[in-house]
């Protein structure tokens, strides 16, 4: 099989390939534009130029890059559903990418116009209220740019697309785009780039908040955790760990035993369960509902984190007592990790349900 990987988001695309080149398949991995915070890549579409000539490549060069394609047994988007970063010409390069696909998918981690969370109802509770409230760009993008490009975008899937899948259930009403041709396939995790830094049963426990965005993640109710906390014990430290390149976070985190992901989300995001790789105890999504995602979600090691200040001082007191256990806890953590998020168990995933659909 010949796949290309068009996007990316924490690292997904990037260990696919890697899951995908070790089970035999040929595989190229492309972003929308050399501008990407995530520098994992083959090619770009479009160079990162500024002005008014940064703005006509972006709309044009991508498809001069679509025109010189080889032909492909699947063209997997994440991300977003498009080459073009720009305004104008965006989806217009959609059915030249069909030409070159035998099949087109799709993977929903993340808030593009396709899995906007604030259009998923069966969610009890989401980030997009203080998200959007915090002001930060992504939040903006949401109301003002993605938000209007949802109906528009759906009837490209509806046209173009044959196959979607999803790693948590905040994503989970993107199956109604397709129906059976749908899975739900969790995050691949190549657990070789994530140092097994366990957490220790110190006297005094590190306690980190690892926000990428503040509103998106729930800071504010996490600083009134803390707040709360101290007034009741003094066995801890905390500090929020937030604006580093991937490496210098990896690096930061060594120190860590208690990571406080989000408190808005029902399932573990990329940073969740990445740092369950590396044998931290991890406060994230880990509701009834995330849980049941998966089948083996329910044996997550994860805690639940609360959006309510109080309740989540009460969480984080309770695993302080348990301090002692936290050896057994972070190898159970990278144990989970490596049986049900392996890049290889997950390329799998994806190759049955794409060579199913060929």
């Not at 924490?10 to 390939?17: A, D, F, P, T, Y």
């Not at 908040?209 to 009741?232: W, Y």
């Not at 760990?241 to 035993?257: F, Q, R, T, V």
């Not at 050896?327 to 049900?340: F, L, Q, V, W």
Request: glycine share 6%; hydrophobic share 40%; charged share 20%.
């Amino acid at each position: 099989m010949k796949v290309l990987l068009i996007g990316e988001a924490s690292g997904v695309h990037r260990n696919l390939k890697k899951g995908l080149v070790e089970l035999g398949v040929e595989c190229l991995h492309m972003t929308q534009s050399a501008s990407s915070s995530w520098k994992w890549y083959d090619d770009t579409f479009s160079p990162d130029y500024s002005g008014v000539l940064g703005g006509v490549l972006r709309n044009v060069s991508p498809f001069y890059k679509i025109a010189r394609l080889d032909d492909y047994d699947v063209i997997n988007f994440t991300n977003t559903i498009t080459t073009v970063h720009g305004t104008y010409s965006r989806y217009y390069d959609i059915p030249l990418l069909r030409r070159k696909a035998k099949l087109m998918s799709y993977y929903a981690l993340g808030c593009d116009e396709i899995g906007l969370i604030r259009h998923n109802e069966a969610l009890p509770y989401s980030p997009c209220r203080t998200c959007l409230a915090s002001g930060d760009t992504l939040s903006r993008d949401c109301e003002e740019i993605l938000n209007p490009r949802y109906e528009a975008s759906q009837a490209q899937v509806r046209r173009h697309f044959d196959f979607g899948a999803s790693c948590m259930v905040e994503y989970g009403h993107v199956q109604d785009l397709f129906g059976a041709n749908f899975a739900n396939i969790p995050f691949p995790v190549d657990v070789q780039l994530i140092p097994f830094s366990p957490a220790k049963p110190r006297t005094v426990t590190n306690i980190v908040h690892t926000p990428t965005r503040r509103g998106f993640k729930g800071t504010d109710v996490v600083l009134n955790a803390i707040e709360i906390l101290t007034k009741k014990r003094t066995d801890f430290s905390f500090k929020i760990i937030e604006g580093l390149s991937y490496p210098d976070y990896i690096e930061a985190m060594k120190n860590a035993d208690v990571v406080v992901d989000q408190v808005y989300s029902q399932s573990p995001g990329m940073n969740g369960v990445e740092m369950l790789a590396a044998g931290k105890i991890v406060m994230t999504g880990a509701t009834a509902l995330g849980k049941s995602y998966f089948d083996f979600a329910k044996h997550t090691p994860a805690f639940d984190a609360s959006p309510d200040p109080a309740l989540l001082a009460a969480q984080l007191s309770e695993v302080l007592d348990r301090k002692d256990e936290f050896p057994a806890m972070a190898e159970g953590g990278r144990a989970y990790i490596e049986e049900h998020h392996s890049v290889q168990a997950v390329a799998g995933m994806f190759l049955k349900e794409w060579s199913s659909r060929l």
